[in-house]
């Protein structure tokens, strides 16, 4: 069974970081391309990071670019989202995606989700 559990979310100050965590289970990590994306309320998923199975290559929102980063460590059998320099319009869910292409950039693209977490940015 394929899991893929995120953590690391919470309220934070405009300006702050944070670092999310996502930890996948049942499935051969490095054969997937990995993805955040994130959702608020009435809105639909929205793409945030995409990362490359071996990690060397990534793509970024524009919303995001510059501000967040996102890696993995396939001994872990774990994908990462540095936040930095956060904005309210960075609250939402934040979820984690895995996709059995290298690299894709828009939902259609992911076959397993994990439950999300919510980050909260205070201004």
């Known amino acids: 069974q394929v899991q893929l559990v995120e953590s690391g979310g919470g309220l934070v100050q405009a300006g702050g970081s944070l670092r999310l965590s996502c930890a996948a289970s049942?499935?051969?990590?490095?054969?997937?391309?990995m993805g955040w994306f994130r959702q608020v309320p009435g809105k639909e998923r929205e793409f945030v990071a995409a990362?490359?199975?071996?990690?060397?290559?990534?793509s970024y929102a524009d919303s995001v670019k510059g501000r967040f980063t996102i890696s993995r460590d396939n001994a872990k059998n774990t994908v990462y989202l540095q936040m930095n320099s956060l904005k309210p319009e960075d609250t939402a869910v934040y979820y984690c995606?895995?996709?059995?292409?290298?690299?894709?950039?828009?939902?259609?693209?992911?076959?397993?989700w994990g439950q999300g977490t919510q980050v909260i940015v205070s201004s």
């Open positions: 990362i490359n199975r071996n990690g060397s290559s990534t």
């Open positions: 049942g499935l051969s990590f490095s054969n997937y391309g």
């Open positions: 995606a895995a996709a059995v292409r290298n690299i894709a950039t828009t939902s259609a693209g992911y076959f397993y």
